[in-house]
């Protein structure tokens, strides 16, 4: 596997790319990783409070590069404790229809912690929805690069009745069989948080690097 541990190397590879990430925040973990740790794009709309706005749509750009990266939350069910604002919200399968697509995008997009104290149903049609979009994107853009970020392991601690790995498991292989015979790249997130047993949503370091790798 190539390490992308390396500045130049990273920003060599997303030379004139958009990069739309759509999920939850261990997706949005990527472009503050992008723009905080190693410093390869700078924020364009990162300026209110931190606890206040984590909902928020975040873009970085490197304009040296021609680097577009985003990340935007997927809509509901989205537990947050915190008030947002919804006039910007989309189902993620619109927010894919309202992408041109071509050789130089790529989508990462996840689904999964937000649906794990929900019915299993609204789990189901949210990634039947997610697939249709992506038919209709890879018709009119077939070179488009979209990867499936399958959801980390989590806490152990933390209201385990509602958010249990057992939920996150079962919503892993009802992933796997809905996109199966699509063009998608899959991070096996679970497997590889599991293996490190790092048992935290958000994973260290170390383990962040080997998922964006």
Same mark, same amino acid.
């Given at each position: 596997?190539?390490?992308?541990?390396?500045?130049?190397?990273?920003?060599?590879?997303?030379?004139?790319?958009?990069?739309?990430?759509?999920? /939850?925040?261990?997706?949005?973990? &990527?472009?503050? %990783?992008?723009?905080?740790?190693?410093?390869?794009? /700078? &924020?364009?709309? %990162?300026?209110?409070?931190?606890?206040?706005?984590?909902?928020?749509?975040?873009?970085?750009i490197?304009?040296?590069?021609?680097? &577009?990266?985003?990340?935007?939350? %997927?809509? @509901?069910?989205?537990?947050?404790?915190?008030? !947002?604002?919804?006039?910007?919200?989309? &189902?993620?399968?619109?927010?894919?229809?309202?992408?041109? *697509?071509?050789?130089?995008?790529?989508?990462? $997009? =996840?689904?999964?912690? %937000? @649906?794990?104290?929900?019915? @299993?149903? =609204?789990?189901? +049609?949210?990634?039947?929805?997610? +697939?249709?979009?992506l038919?209709? $994107?890879?018709?009119?853009?077939?070179?488009?690069?979209?990867?499936i970020?399958?959801?980390? #392991?989590?806490?152990?601690?933390i209201?385990?009745? +509602?958010?249990?790995?057992?939920? *996150?498991?079962?919503? !892993? $292989?009802?992933?796997?069989?809905? @996109?199966?015979?699509?063009?998608? *790249?899959?991070?096996?997130?679970? /497997?590889? =948080?599991i293996? !490190? #047993?790092?048992?935290?949503?958000?994973?260290?370091?170390?383990?962040?690097?080997?998922?964006?790798?």
């Amino acid at each position: 596997m190539t390490q992308f541990t390396d500045n130049d190397k990273l920003k060599d590879f997303l030379k004139g790319k958009k990069l739309f990430l759509m999920g /939850d925040s261990t997706v949005r973990q &990527y472009i503050r %990783h992008f723009a905080e740790n190693i410093k390869i794009v /700078d &924020y364009f709309n %990162h300026t209110e409070d931190e606890m206040q706005s984590w909902q928020k749509t975040l873009l970085a750009i490197n304009l040296e590069k021609f680097i &577009y990266v985003q990340w935007k939350k %997927h809509t @509901f069910p989205f537990v947050s404790k915190t008030f !947002y604002s919804i006039k910007e919200d989309a &189902y993620m399968a619109r927010q894919i229809d309202q992408i041109g *697509g071509g050789e130089n995008t790529i989508i990462v $997009l =996840t689904l999964g912690q %937000h @649906f794990r104290p929900f019915p @299993f149903r =609204t789990f189901i +049609r949210s990634v039947l929805n997610v +697939r249709r979009a992506l038919e209709r $994107l890879f018709i009119r853009s077939p070179r488009t690069r979209v990867i499936i970020k399958e959801e980390n #392991a989590r806490d152990m601690d933390i209201g385990m009745e +509602r958010f249990s790995d057992f939920h *996150g498991y079962v919503q !892993y $292989l009802a992933l796997r069989e809905i @996109f199966k015979g699509l063009s998608v *790249g899959f991070v096996d997130g679970l /497997d590889m =948080t599991i293996a !490190y #047993a790092c048992n935290v949503i958000h994973p260290p370091l170390e383990v962040l690097e080997n998922l964006i790798s």
